[in-house]
Each structure stands twice: as C-alpha cells, then as structure tokens.
C-alpha cells in the first residue's frame, strides 16, 4: 500500500488563491504541475483545457505525480477525476508538488 495525498480530494479550498487561478486560468496549474514531474509545461497546459482530449492527458499527468510521491492510484482513477472533478484533482496534485501557480503574477 502506498502513501497518501497530502490534501484531501475536497480540499480545494484550501488555498484560495490557487482555487481562484486554476477556476479561472486551469491551463496555468496544470502546465506547472506537469512542468514539475518532467513534462511539458506548454503542451500539457494547452491539453489539459482541450474538450475532446483532457480527461486522458491529465490522467497521465496525474499518474506521474503519483508515482513520483508514491502513492498508489489506478490509472481509472486517475482518469474518473480528471474527466468529472478536474479542479479538485488539479489543486490536489499542486500542493502535492508544491506548485504555486500565484508566481505567474509576481515580477
């Protein structure tokens, strides 16, 4: 078994800056938390707000942050939260990684 998630799914709310720039601006989150487990801040940024293809790429993002921290999640999983709670599961994985998406807006 592994470990857990830092912050509870629900727990979105914790930090309500980053639930306002991942409400507003999801690319940016998701970009950065991608950027932090090794992929592409742009192109996974940029898919993680395409209809059509987002549930899955953001599966496999969330896959990688998982594993990197070692916490055991079914790629199902993964993917049920990116289809249907995808702010939630996004602000989940930042504060996994410590991402702070409020940097975009400090000069």
Same mark, same amino acid.
């Given at each position: 078994?592994?470990?857990?998630? #830092?912050?509870?799914?629900?727990?979105?709310f914790?930090?309500?800056? @980053? &639930?306002?720039?991942?409400?507003?601006?999801?690319?940016?989150?998701?970009? #950065?938390? @991608?950027? =932090? !487990?090794?992929m592409? &801040?742009?192109?996974?940024?940029?898919? =993680?707000?395409?209809?059509?293809?987002?549930?899955?790429?953001?599966?496999?993002?969330?896959?990688?942050? @998982?594993k #990197?921290?070692?916490?055991?999640?079914?790629?199902?999983? =993964?993917?049920?939260?990116s &289809?249907?709670?995808?702010?939630?599961?996004?602000?989940?994985?930042?504060?996994?990684?410590? !991402?702070?998406?409020?940097?975009?807006?400090? =000069?």
């Amino acid at each position: 078994m592994g470990d857990d998630w #830092k912050l509870p799914l629900w727990g979105c709310f914790d930090d309500i800056g @980053a &639930c306002v720039v991942t409400y507003f601006l999801p690319c940016v989150t998701s970009g #950065k938390v @991608a950027e =932090s !487990v090794g992929m592409n &801040c742009l192109m996974y940024g940029i898919l =993680s707000v395409c209809p059509i293809v987002y549930g899955y790429f953001r599966a496999q993002v969330r896959q990688k942050v @998982a594993k #990197k921290n070692g916490i055991d999640e079914s790629f199902v999983v =993964s993917f049920l939260i990116s &289809c249907f709670i995808p702010l939630c599961g996004i602000l989940q994985e930042r504060n996994q990684v410590g !991402v702070n998406p409020m940097e975009i807006f400090r =000069s």
